[in-house]
């Protein structure tokens, strides 16, 4: 499989549209982009099939580097060889389908982009690739980039956030990784930057990154709204009186934010969620292993 970065040698945020945001845990259709409303279509078109019954198979990845891949990384490693053969469609479906650039002088070897597109298929592996149709592209900074964000409040005041970010899921389609997160293995709460940007895509797929993506009917939306609210009022007031954590407080920043860090921690140290809220771990099973789901009903 041949695989190749392109260079991103001027500033990419002219070419690319700013992030969205989320701030409401209910479906907020009105506001739909052309592109979340073509994501809302696939949804409701293709359902729970696979993947790769509706696209053409793209070129493998090379067993050697896919092996080395899965070998390095705990989250593949520990997958079965069925899911890890499944896996590797879904990656390289991934990598076919959007460039990759790389910008201020990231070298992307083949090993990274194979790794970048493994864990960013990941969190759909028992889903299907259409929830990731929205990328369109993939850009990685060495390390943390310098953002700037323009939002509206409910006041209707504009204000600027600029900040240094480890990932950014933008609206357009536009996934921005900083490398050194990526690998990051220090993070106190397990965090992973891929798997938390891809689940602000898949939160987008219901219109907005709200914390409410497209549910299947197996899952009650009235069930959801309640457990995730109560769980994201609960995670601030322990963040507001100081306690221990078991996770991420940057949950607290937005039911978007909340969704983003439950996800990866689900991912990464399901444990974690179990003890935080297990009425909130069992909804994320469900939403993310569906077949499981319906194998246990």
């Avoid at 293995?185 to 914390?211: L, S």
């Avoid at 990866?264 to 499981?292: G, I, K």
């Amino acid at each position: 499989m041949e695989i190749t970065a392109r260079e991103c040698s001027r500033d990419w945020r002219i070419i690319f549209p700013k992030p969205a945001t989320g701030c409401c845990w209910l479906a907020m259709s009105e506001h739909q982009s052309p592109l979340s409303r073509a994501r809302t279509r696939l949804q409701a078109h293709f359902g729970q099939q696979t993947a790769h019954q509706r696209r053409p198979q793209a070129e493998p990845i090379a067993p050697d580097l896919w092996q080395w891949v899965c070998t390095k990384t705990p989250l593949l490693s520990n997958l079965s060889s069925a899911e890890q053969d499944k896996l590797a469609e879904y990656a390289a479906a991934f990598i076919a389908e959007r460039p990759f650039y790389h910008a201020q002088q990231m070298e992307l070897t083949d090993q990274r982009i194979v790794f970048i597109a493994a864990l960013a298929c990941l969190p759909v592996l028992h889903l299907n690739l259409d929830w990731l149709a929205g990328i369109r592209s993939v850009v990685v900074y060495p390390d943390a980039f310098f953002g700037r964000q323009e939002y509206m409040d409910d006041a209707g005041i504009m204000h600027v956030l600029e900040d240094w970010r480890a990932g950014e899921a933008w609206e357009n389609g536009t996934l921005v990784l900083s490398w050194a997160d990526v690998i990051r293995a220090d993070h106190p709460f397990g965090g992973q930057v891929i798997i938390h940007e891809i689940a602000h895509f898949i939160d987008g797929a219901n219109g907005a990154e709200n914390g409410f993506p497209p549910l299947g009917a197996h899952i009650d939306p009235r069930r959801w709204t309640t457990v995730f609210e109560q769980a994201f009022a609960r995670l601030n007031a322990e963040v507001n009186s100081q306690q221990p954590l078991l996770i991420d407080p940057y949950a607290a920043t937005s039911p978007a934010e909340f969704f983003a860090v439950l996800s990866e921690t689900f991912f990464t140290e399901p444990e974690r969620v179990v003890e935080f809220d297990r009425e909130l771990f069992a909804l994320l099973s469900a939403f993310y292993y569906p077949q499981q789901r319906a194998m246990h009903a």
